[in-house]
Structures are given as C-alpha cells and as structure tokens.
C-alpha cells in the first residue's frame, strides 16, 4: 500500500503561521503533528507527503525516509492529490489519502479499510474507492453525510452546508479519508473539475466520477469516534492533546 498524506496547509487557526512553521509541524505533547500520522502509517510500502507552505521545514524536520510532492497553490484536496499523482500513476495497488492534521487516526483504522479493499480483490470484484466513514453517537462535527439508498448502498456524500433537514439527522459522516486503486484514481484525477464557487478541486467529487465511469465505490465504516477529529482551531487542538495524554496513561 502507499500512503499519500496531504500536509501543504499553513495552520493560521490554530496560530502556527504567527509561528512561522508549517501546520503539521505544530507541537501535541512534545511532539510534532505529523510524527502521530507518520507513527500509524509505519506498514505501509511507501508515504508521499504532499508539502506547500515552508515546505523546506518539512524536508528538513523529517528527511529522505519518505516522498514528496510539492502543492505550490492551495486549490482543493482534488489538486494536492493530483500533484502527488506521478507516484501512483502506474500502480495498480491501494493508494491511501489521509491527513496531516489529523493525529488521532489509527493504523487499526487504516488496515481496515486495506482489508476490504484486498476482499474485493480477492473475490475479483475490485474496488476503485473506499470511503471512511464514522456514525457520530455524542458530537456534531462539520463532516458531510452519507447518503445510502433502501438496501444500505452508498449513494453519494453530501456536505454539511447542503444538507437538508432531513439530511442532517443522518449521524453517518464522511471524515475525509479514501484509499483507491493507484491506476483508477489518476484517470478519475485527470477528470475532476473545479466548477464550484470556490474554484477548487474536490477529492469528494472523485465518488461520483468513478460511478459514472461504472466503477465500484463502497463505504468502509469505522468505530472508533475519537479518532476523527482534525484539528483546526486551538479548542481541537487541546482536545487532542487530551485525547493523546489518555491513550499514554491507558496504555
């Protein structure tokens, strides 16, 4: 499996570009944001970080033990996955996008969404894109839902600020993480558009793109609630870090 991580970002709510550092390089307990990531995705064959803003300080902090792609423009999820796209273009293997900022994730987590993708293969049903998903029992978090038909069959994603009042009440919610097939995520990349009012490529436009190329696209859903909070204010970051701290003292 490879891993592609996207930590391009400049992490202004949380005051690391007042500190002059990259988000991802934002201190949890004594240690940098992005270890936590790097930590969990250990078992995988290959991490690309997709680095922007200082990205010499990334290079520096964490050396030429993985790759890199540089994302010189912010210009969506969709356009910092595409920059990275040279190392899976011809792989014909799970690629897994997660985050930088978000710490709290587990290789438990990650390995569960590989299992399902390897079933597929197995079975010779192949998935092109698995989407994680979490169903939210004590918090409301800005995530977009899942949408499912009557016999429980992924739909589509709709975000937050377009649900209607009965799509709100859905605690299913999509937290931003997909593995792909290598191959089938640079063809579907090379389709993505940026005809929204942000002009921004989307990585949650790639779901439909593979349905309407007949490409199979399931939901992974996953237990643990904790796990799914990234962090974009100081109020994320401290829970983080209490969050962390309890994990130490339960171990």
Do not use: W
Request: with cysteine; glycine share 6%.
């Amino acid at each position: 499996m490879k891993a592609v991580v996207l930590a391009a970002g400049k992490g202004s709510r949380i005051g690391s570009e007042k500190e002059g550092i990259p988000k991802v390089l934002r201190q949890l307990n004594q240690k940098s944001m992005i270890d936590y990531v790097l930590d969990q995705l250990s078992f995988a064959d290959e991490i690309i970080l997709v680095v922007g803003y200082k990205k010499e300080e990334v290079f520096e902090y964490l050396g030429t033990s993985h790759s890199y792609a540089v994302q010189d423009e912010q210009l969506g999820t969709g356009h910092a996955v595409k920059c990275a796209s040279e190392f899976f273009a011809d792989y014909d293997g799970p690629v897994l996008v997660t985050f930088g900022d978000m710490p709290l994730l587990t290789s438990k987590t990650y390995k569960k969404a590989l299992e399902q993708y390897k079933k597929s293969i197995k079975d010779k049903d192949p998935l092109a894109c698995i989407l994680l998903s979490n169903i939210l029992k004590d918090v409301d978090l800005p995530y977009g839902r899942i949408i499912r038909d009557k016999k429980g069959k992924f739909v589509k994603i709709v975000e937050e600020p377009d649900c209607d009042e009965e799509q709100k009440k859905i605690r299913e919610v999509f937290f931003g993480v997909m593995l792909f097939n290598g191959i089938k995520l640079a063809k579907a990349l090379k389709m993505l558009n940026n005809n929204n009012a942000q002009n921004e490529y989307y990585l949650t436009d790639l779901p439909q793109i593979f349905m309407d190329e007949s490409e199979k696209v399931e939901v992974c859903t996953v237990d643990a609630q904790e796990e799914i909070f990234g962090i974009n204010t100081l109020e994320d970051l401290k829970r983080a870090e209490g969050i962390i701290k309890a994990r130490k003292d339960n171990d």
